[in-house]
């Protein structure tokens, strides 16, 4: 299992972003796939996640600013992130979960910064 996480960069705040994890298969084969961020010296969280079937939770901080979203035909997740906040820099990752096994990707680095 290869995820590729792209899509990181710096930008105000305010400003938006999108990620983007391809995963190598059929993104149907996993249970679900996820981003999650770490700060420095803080641990890593998960910032949102969507199943197979579509169904898509995130963590209270990020709703409303951050929408994860599925191409099927790319085998690919997004994270659309919205009003970005100086608090939102860390690296984020893609995880995938399929038959039990967690994969993760490289991170990605998104700085929010003046």
């Known amino acids: 299992v290869q995820l590729q996480a792209s899509g990181g960069g710096l930008v105000q705040p305010g400003g938006s972003l999108r990620l983007s994890c391809a995963v190598s298969g059929s993104i149907f084969s996993f249970n679900i796939v996820a981003w999650y961020r770490q700060a420095p010296g803080k641990l890593r969280e998960l910032v949102a996640g969507i199943t197979s079937s579509g169904s898509t939770n995130y963590a209270d901080s990020m709703k409303g600013r951050f929408t994860i979203s599925r191409d099927n035909a790319k085998n690919t997740v997004h994270l659309q992130m919205n009003s970005l906040k100086p608090e939102d820099t860390a690296v984020y990752y893609c995880?995938?979960?399929?038959?039990?096994?967690?994969?993760w990707g490289q991170g990605t680095q998104v700085t929010v910064s003046s």
């Open positions: 995880n995938a979960v399929k038959y039990g096994s967690s994969h």
